[in-house]
């Protein structure tokens, strides 16, 4: 029998994938140049596949990378001469902070325990923050910032440029595109896609950062934000890309556009509670994020006596789920639920845990 993978990334292929990947090979997608006519048009459905997916402002732009690690260094280089400040609740957004100090910047970090979000009340940013780096979906611990609070943040802070990490996220919440300047996401999350694609967004208010920094500061190579820019214009980019991870992307996002958003974000909504519902009243297991608002839809972490034991007994049933982030391996399980992820596997997942004692 097939295995199915709820672990939070690499997860379970969209369920599309191996129908794609077939066709990709049949017309030969990854062997086509990627200055040709046939990839400019791949590259375009793409693009215009995930502005409508998205519904990102007609101000908003995409560009390719190679993952969320090289966003984050992007952004960096490209969007911030001395200042970022980073709300951090996890590995994920304090990898990103890292990168700012690694890079030399004058990094900040506002903090919140494990399992907790930061309230938008306690913030208060330097005045000569360029920037503030927000994860709208902390992976490792399971907690959402609530979109809400996003939201206070823009109107709080209009002159700083506000960056979203939404890898684990999008596009299974109804995220306003419009409250931040920049956001991220690689494939291998809730896209369900082989890793090794990241997508860039941003809007015309990094470009018009990035043509000021340029004038006095190297903003990188290949990818620049100036340079990805003008390339992705002309439907390319500056390297070769990945190319059948392009491919695939589009035709994911088809697969979704005609699905509908509403039903993704509905779904994710369904799942999620049948599972944080019947688990929350099962001995075994306890919900790691207290407060309800800030519990993860895509990404579910729950405490648990023995962890390689529930992970072991699931996997004779060709259930694979993850294991707590780093230190919390031994006590902590992580469940993905992503659009992929159909609500029959999700029942079968919640009868097969609520039958372990
Ligand atoms: C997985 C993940 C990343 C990193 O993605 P890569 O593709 O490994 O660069 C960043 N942020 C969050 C929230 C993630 O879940």
Known sequence: MKKIYFTPGPSELYFTVEDHIKTAL???????????????SI???????????????????????????EVWERILQNLVVNKSTHLVNGAFSNKFYEFATLMGKDATKIEADYGQCIDPKTVSLDPDTELLAITHNETSSGANQTLDDIK?????????????DVVSSAPSY????????TAYFSVQKCFGLPAG???WIYNDRCLEKNSQIQKTNSTGTYHRLSHLHEMGLKNQNPETPNVLGIYLLGEVVKDMLRKGQETIWRETQYKSSLLYHNLENHSLFTPFVKKKEWRSNTTLVFECKNPSEVIEKLSEKNMIIGK?????????????????????????LVDILLSLN
């Open 324 to 348: 707590g982030y780093g230190k919390y391996a031994d006590s902590q399980i992580r469940i993905a639920n992503f659009p992929t992820h159909s609500k029959e596997q999700v029942e079968l």
């Open 26 to 40: 049949k017309k030969g997608v990854p062997s086509i140049s990627h200055r040709s006519s046939q990839f400019k």
């Open 152 to 164: 206070s943040l823009r109107e709080m802070y209009p002159d700083q440029l506000l960056a979203l």
């Open 43 to 69: 590259y375009s459905e793409t693009v215009e596949g995930i502005r409508q997916l998205l519904n990102l402002p007609e101000n908003y732009y995409i560009g390719f990378t190679s993952s969320a690690n």
């Open 174 to 181: 109804p995220i306003d595109y419009s409250m931040v300047d």
């Open 197 to 199: 694609l990241g997508v």
